[in-house]
């Protein structure tokens, strides 16, 4: 059983940057895509991005395209997700998730574990 543990959220201001990662444990890491997403209170959780299982695969939300980078390293077990150029907009808990597969989806459901997320604050 997969263990996912995020790391790096913050109050950060408009403009500014953070860098989030997720520490997983448990089963083969690099046989499984990645994802992340975001929730502010009231709304459904949002897809923010993903990653496959290799790494060669990578997709984004139009709202962060641009801005947001994923990446992974299978060797330490972790994936990243570099913000640049953070709007209050992106204000919300994230959550890291894995998917059993190589291959990523932007639909939450079909993800299998997921950490217990880090807030997110970007001040205007």
């Known amino acids: 059983q997969a263990q996912l543990v995020e790391s790096g959220g913050g109050l950060v201001q408009a403009g500014g940057s953070l860098r989030l990662s997720c520490a997983a444990s448990?089963?083969?890491?690099?046989?499984?895509?990645m994802g992340w997403f975001r929730q502010v209170p009231g709304k459904e959780r949002e897809f923010v991005a993903s990653i496959s299982g290799t790494g060669a695969s990578t997709s984004y939300a139009d709202s962060v395209k641009g801005r947001f980078t994923i990446s992974r390293d299978n060797a330490k077990n972790t994936v990243t997700l570099q913000m640049n150029g953070l709007k209050p907009e992106d204000t919300a808990v994230y959550y890291c998730?894995?998917?059993?597969?190589?291959?990523?989806?932007?639909?939450?459901?079909?993800?299998?574990?997921w950490g217990q997320g880090t807030q997110v604050t970007v001040s205007s």
């Open positions: 448990g089963g083969t890491f690099s046989s499984y895509a």
């Open positions: 998730a894995l998917r059993r597969t190589f291959t990523t989806t932007k639909v939450p459901e079909r993800y299998d574990y």
